[in-house]
Structures are given as structure tokens and as C-alpha cells.
């Protein structure tokens, strides 16, 4: 199994950015697909998700406003869509393969696959 993600960069604060992360090795249609950040010092949180039909999404609130993901499970690629990119979000940004039931899509631990990450950096 192998999530691949990409797009990460230096940006300056207000730019917009649009990560994208591949899978293989599973049936990426049956898998609920996320990203996660981790900031310097903190620890991994929740940023969004994209459940396996497409058709219901979840959102930290941080990002809510200002983000959309969207997943292609012909291609096998889910991308985040970020916008007015604050300070704030410099972190290095995961994105993870699960199975979570509904209640659990915010937790690390509901996801059993991650990529390797991707470096965001927004100035000031």
C-alpha cells in the first residue's frame, strides 16, 4: 500500500494551494480518505475527509471556510483545495486511508494507511 502525496510548497499568507495524494495497493473506492496536519511541536490533527462515495465531506474548523476536498476514484487520487492560506497552516500535511464509522472520521486511529507527507510553509 502506498499514498503518495504531493503539492506541498512555500507560499505566502492569502495564496491558495491544492495538495494531492494517490493510492495504491487498495480498492481506493472502498476507502474514506483524509488529511491530517502536523504543526511544529504539535501534534497531528484533523483537517478534512472525503467518505468512499464521494458525497459526504467533513472539516476541521479551521480550515471549513477556506478548504475543499474532492477525491477522483477513477484516478485514485483525493486532493485538498486550500484557499486564503493563513500563517497558521504551515505544517506538514498527511493524507490517510480508513475505514472509520461516521463518528470516528476525525481520528487518527481510525485510519490504518498514510503517506509521507507534505511540507506547507505560508509566510507573512
Known amino acids: 500500500v502506498q499514498l503518495q502525496a504531493s503539492g506541498g510548497g512555500l507560499v505566502q499568507a492569502g495564496d491558495s494551494l491544492r495538495l494531492s495524494c494517490a493510492l495504491s495497493?487498495?480498492?481506493?473506492?472502498?476507502?474514506?480518505m483524509a488529511w491530517f496536519r502536523q504543526a511544529p511541536g504539535k501534534e497531528r490533527g484533523f483537517v478534512a475527509s472525503v467518505r468512499w462515495s464521494g458525497g459526504s465531506t467533513r472539516y476541521a474548523d479551521s480550515v471549513k471556510d477556506r478548504s475543499t476536498i474532492s477525491r477522483d476514484n477513477a484516478k485514485r487520487t483525493v486532493n485538498l483545495q486550500m484557499n486564503s492560506l493563513k500563517p497558521e497552516d504551515t505544517a506538514v500535511y498527511y493524507c490517510?486511508?480508513?475505514?472509520?464509522?461516521?463518528?470516528?472520521?476525525?481520528?487518527?486511529?481510525?485510519?490504518?494507511?498514510w503517506g509521507q507527507g507534505t511540507l506547507v510553509t505560508v509566510s507573512s
Open positions: 495497493g487498495l480498492t481506493f473506492s472502498s476507502y474514506t
Open positions: 490517510a486511508a480508513g475505514r472509520p464509522i461516521t463518528s470516528a472520521t476525525m481520528w487518527l486511529s481510525a485510519y490504518n494507511y
